[in-house]
């Protein structure tokens, strides 16, 4: 220890400098542990959930640090002041800082570790939902094009005079499925222009169908995603179908309000054969809007749906 003393005598011609040198030995040894703990301990024991083992192999740094620090503190001091030192003071000034400045830094990095993470996470799930929903959007083309080419079937069956009038309906929403609906989102005059397409063709088919289309306020300017409708308004169509001399009717209002977007679909039903075997078999784009809406719009959408001997109504609604 004389000897030691004698070494650091020859270096510290002042308290001040050696207060200095204290410092950047302390600090060394802080920043030191901290790095460790960073860069070794959190990701290889921490993250990876081995808990006992990280607080272990923290402990022991911290103690070493504390060992280290109070050691060189004690060696730099003159002898005379030896006695004058309050070791249990010294340790525990020496614990705080070390602990807290390793607190800190873990802190920091554990934060920003599990923020990155649920970046991570969100960007994998908007991903994944981007693909369910791209995957349920196509399956409703097949689906929408094998029902419209039945309908053409029937009117070419029939040597229909409207049968060419048909052909050029389809290729108008062959073309807006095939260009607009591949985007993520479209105007909602396009939509309505779409839907109002299909009716026509239906009604082609169809003499005894009668459809309503209202728009009550102004869509212009909205966005919508592509071939969100039509599914609803299909089932409408598909259900009215009667066997009977009734009239078949399907109404449709689309109300564009202030904080909330809402289709009311409205169409006659009948207890026939016709309309039985079409029920049994329409289930498919109904599930798959269902689950369409529920990734889009998981709360901030309402779907009602009300059945009668005369009516089959639909009411959706979506919150902006």
Same mark, same amino acid.
């Given at each position: ?6 070494? %650091? ?28 703990? #960073? ?32 050691? %060189?503190?004690? *060696? ?6 030896? $006695? ?12 705080? @800082?070390? *602990?807290?400045? &390793? ?6 990095? #554990? ?9 991570? &996470? ?13 995957? &349920? ?6 689906? %929408?094009?094998?029902?419209? &080419?039945?309908? #053409? @079937?029937?009117?070419? +069956? ?19 499925? !095939? ?11 396009? $939509? *309505?222009?779409?839907? +109002?397409? @299909? ?34 308004? $299909? ?13 078949? /009717?399907?109404?449709? !209002? ?11 679909? !409205? ?33 901030? /959408? ?17 919150? +902006?």
């Amino acid at each position: 220890m004389i000897y030691a003393d004698g070494i %650091f005598d020859l270096i510290y011609y002042t308290q001040e400098t050696g207060d200095v040198l204290s410092y950047i030995f302390n600090l060394s040894c802080d920043m030191t542990m901290v790095y460790i703990n #960073i860069y070794f301990l959190i990701p290889r024991y921490l993250v990876n959930k081995k808990y006992s083992t990280y607080l272990l192999m923290t402990f022991i740094g911290i103690v070493l640090v504390i060992v280290c620090v109070y050691g %060189f503190n004690m *060696v730099t001091l003159p002898i005379a002041d030896l $006695e004058e030192v309050d070791h249990l003071g010294t340790i525990i000034e020496v614990s705080f @800082y070390t *602990v807290g400045t &390793l607190g800190i830094a873990a802190a920091i990095k #554990i934060t920003k570790y599990f923020y990155e993470r649920q970046q991570r &996470l969100n960007e994998l799930k908007q991903s994944q939902l981007s693909s369910e929903v791209n995957y &349920l959007k196509q399956q409703t083309n097949p689906h %929408f094009l094998f029902n419209t &080419l039945n309908s #053409i @079937y029937v009117l070419a +069956k029939q040597k229909k005079a409207n049968t060419p009038a048909a052909i050029m309906l389809l290729s108008d929403l062959m073309r807006y499925q !095939t260009y607009d609906a591949s985007s993520e989102k479209v105007p909602l005059t396009k $939509e *309505v222009e779409f839907l +109002k397409n @299909y009716l026509e063709l239906e009604k082609l088919r169809r003499d005894k169908l009668n459809v309503t289309f209202n728009i009550e306020g102004n869509i212009r300017g909205e966005l919508i995603e592509p071939l969100l409708f039509l599914p609803f308004v $299909e089932n409408a169509v598909k259900h009215s179908a009667s066997t009977d001399e009734l009239a078949e /009717h399907v109404s449709i !209002t689309l109300q564009n309000l202030k904080n909330k977007l809402i289709l009311n679909v !409205t169409n006659s039903t009948g207890l026939n054969t016709l309309n039985s075997m079409q029920k049994e078999n329409s289930g498919f784009g109904l599930d798959n809007v269902k689950k369409r809406i529920d990734l889009l719009y998981p709360d901030n /959408h309402t779907l009602e749906i009300y059945e009668s001997d005369q009516n089959y109504e639909v009411k959706f609604s979506i919150i +902006k």
